[in-house]
T-cell receptor, first 111, second 109 residues
């Protein structure tokens, strides 16, 4: 069965721009979580969606937002990009409280 | 703040030895615990889950959980060079999965 699909794989943006990342979960998985991974901070939780509702949110500024569609696909948006937003953004899907399956990630570089 | 702490390593063991990875967590409400393996340049993959106190074995891997001490560990027996990766510990509570920073393991032939 298909895994978690994230697009695009790589992005280069300039400071001040905005970006939208996409995640398609495993078929049947209704929970989608987003994480930011950097060498210094590890995996930092951004938010979690279930059936189009944000159930949980991490400690990120309001520039980071997301949404989930009725088909469980999710998007994450970052506005007014800063250099510090350069990171690997990972999406994960899950069934209930089982462990997560991660996508390959989107590597964002802000210049 | 829901923290998951791991020794960052690097941890180096010879091939065939037992690698021991440790993790502590601060959220006493955490219900489920997981170990993920992440190879360089790849995304994390789930290798073990544990939900109740005690040991859980899966092949060469054994996860141990002690909720009273808020402690989780992973033992890798007969370590192989292919086990060289970063191992992430995670604790789950109420729709929130928190990860440690990971321990880098190197298995030397």
């Amino acid at each position: 069965k298909a895994g978690v699909t994230q697009t695009p794989r790589y992005l280069i943006k300039t400071r001040g721009q905005q970006v939208t990342l996409s995640c398609s979960p495993i078929s049947g998985h209704r929970s989608v979580s987003w994480y930011q991974q950097t060498p210094g901070q590890g995996l930092q939780f951004l938010f979690e969606y279930f059936s189009e509702t944000q159930r949980n949110k991490g400690n990120f500024p309001g520039r980071f937002s997301g949404r989930q569609f009725s088909n469980s696909r999710s998007e994450m948006n970052v506005s007014t990009l800063e250099l510090g937003d350069s990171a690997l953004y990972l999406c994960a899907s899950s069934l209930a409280r089982d462990g997560y399956t991660f996508g390959s990630g989107t590597r964002l570089t802000v210049v | 703040q829901k923290e998951v702490e791991q020794n960052s390593g690097p941890l180096s063991v010879p091939e065939g030895a037992i690698a021991s990875l440790n993790c502590t967590y601060s959220d006493r409400g955490s219900q489920s615990f997981f170990w993920y393996r992440q190879y360089s340049g790849k995304s994390p993959e789930l290798i073990m889950s544990i939900y109740s106190n005690g040991d859980k074995e899966d092949g060469r891997f054994t996860a141990q959980l002690n909720k009273a001490s808020q402690y989780v560990s992973l033992l890798i027996r007969d370590s192989q060079p292919s086990d060289s990766a970063t191992y992430l510990c995670a604790a789950y509570n109420n729709n929130d999965m928190r990860f440690g920073a990971g321990t880098r393991l190197t298995v030397k032939p």
